[in-house]
């Protein structure tokens, strides 16, 4: 519960997340201090539970990342991995790849790169191009979290009290409540190893060869190994 002092846009994401633009707009919400006075926002959360086999996996082969698994480049100065911050980092980077600046109101860490008068005019053209073509310039190469839970709305709802306007003018009272803890979850299991790929080969090739792993050393052994002769009298 708390209370907004002027209008504002409020959303609900996971913790490791950012209110970003590539933030599900279902989660986001535009609140005016003049037509609401009380705001009542009730969520469902679905977590995700990994198998612990997923984290010796390669990134592309799960598809996700973890929160530790952050991108190895110069601008993405994010304490943990979420694929919002992901995409602000890589939108950081074609900017700051254009324009040789970074807008100031990104993170603090970039200071020494934001952007004076002249770069702010080459931000915005060159975001307005973005918005033309109606394209990204760049390809979305970030990978969604491999934790981050599913929040959904169940009920939102927002009303006008003429005396809760009188008491505390120009304010909001916002309730954000989730239904009930988390009682469904989703696993993310790891299907087939590299040991059963391997597994699955022996096995077939015993099957139609009646060849296994042993007979197969025991092959190479006896094409490399030393040939003894005894002399002939």
Not at 53 to 59: G, N, S
Not at 114 to 120: L, Q, R, V
Not at 156 to 170: G, T, V
Request: proline letters at 4%; aromatic letters at 10%; one cysteine or more.
């Amino acid at each position: 519960m708390f209370r907004l002092l002027s209008d504002a846009e409020i959303s609900i994401h996971s913790s490791e997340e950012l209110s970003t633009n590539n933030l599900d707009v279902k989660m986001k919400r535009v609140l005016h201090t003049y037509s609401e006075t009380h705001v009542d926002w009730l969520v469902s959360v679905v977590e995700i539970e990994n198998d612990l086999m997923l984290h010796d996996e390669h990134v592309e082969e799960r598809g996700c990342r973890f929160l530790n698994e952050i991108p190895d480049k110069l601008l993405h100065t994010y304490p943990v991995y979420s694929y919002g911050a992901c995409r602000l980092a890589q939108s950081t980077e074609e900017t700051f790849a254009h324009c040789g600046c970074i807008h100031p109101v990104r993170d603090l860490s970039y200071k020494k790169y934001y952007c004076n008068y002249t770069g702010m005019n080459c931000w915005n053209t060159f975001e307005e191009h973005k918005i033309k073509i109606g394209l990204e310039l760049a390809p979305d190469e970030c990978y969604p979290s491999c934790v981050e839970s599913e929040l959904s709305t169940i009920h939102f709802s927002k009303r006008w009290n003429p005396e809760e306007s009188i008491e505390n003018p120009k304010t909001i009272l916002i309730k954000v409540k989730m239904v009930s803890l988390p009682a469904l979850r989703y696993h993310r299991n790891l299907r087939r190893t590299h040991l059963d790929l391997v597994v699955s080969v022996g096995g077939i090739a015993g099957l139609f060869f009646s060849a296994s792993i042993l007979s197969l050393l025991e092959l190479f052994y006896l094409i490399l190994r030393p040939q003894k002769f005894d002399d002939i009298k």
